[in-house]
Nanobody
Framework: VQLQASGGGLVQTGGSLRLSCRASGRNFNIYAIGWFRQAPGKEREIVAAISWSGEGTYYADSVKGRVTISRDNTESTVYLQMNSLKPEDSAVYFC????????????????????WGQGTQVTVSS
C-alpha cells in the first residue's frame, strides 16, 4: 500500500487543520492507520491511530480533546482533524499503515507500522 499525506500548512494558534492520508493499492480496509509527527531535534511520536475496522482509536495525551481521527474506507482515506492548534503541534506529520491487528485497539508504536507516506508540514504560529 502507498500512502499520500496532505493538508498541512501554516495556521495561527487556536486554528484548525484537517490532514488527509490517501492510500493506493488493494485492501485498504485491512490496515490500521496511524498519524505520527516529528519536530526538528525531537523523536517521532504517535499522534493518533485508527484500527482497520474504524471502531478503535488511540490518541496521544498531548492531543486528546483537540484531535479526531476518522476513516472512509470507500475513499481509502484517513482524516486527522486538528483543532485548537498550539505552536508545539508544529512538526512534519506522517501517516503509516499497519496490516491487521485488533479491530478495537490500533497499534501505537512506530515499529509496528509497515508502510509510511511522505510527510506534510504543519506550522502553528504564536
Amino acid at each position: 500500500v502507498q500512502l499520500q499525506a496532505s493538508g498541512g500548512g501554516l495556521v495561527q494558534t487556536g486554528g484548525s487543520l484537517r490532514l488527509s492520508c490517501r492510500a493506493s493499492g488493494r485492501n485498504f480496509n485491512i490496515y490500521a492507520i496511524g498519524w505520527f509527527r516529528q519536530a526538528p531535534g525531537k523523536e517521532r511520536e504517535i499522534v493518533a491511530a485508527i484500527s482497520w475496522s474504524g471502531e478503535g482509536t488511540y490518541y496521544a495525551d498531548s492531543v486528546k480533546g483537540r484531535v479526531t481521527i476518522s476513516r472512509d474506507n470507500t475513499e481509502s482515506t484517513v482524516y486527522l482533524q486538528m483543532n485548537s492548534l498550539k505552536p508545539e503541534d508544529s512538526a512534519v506529520y506522517f501517516c503509516a499503515a499497519a496490516r491487521g491487528g485488533s479491530a478495537y485497539y490500533p497499534v501505537s508504536k512506530s515499529y509496528e507500522y509497515d508502510y509510511w507516506g511522505q510527510g506534510t508540514q504543519v506550522t502553528v504560529s504564536s
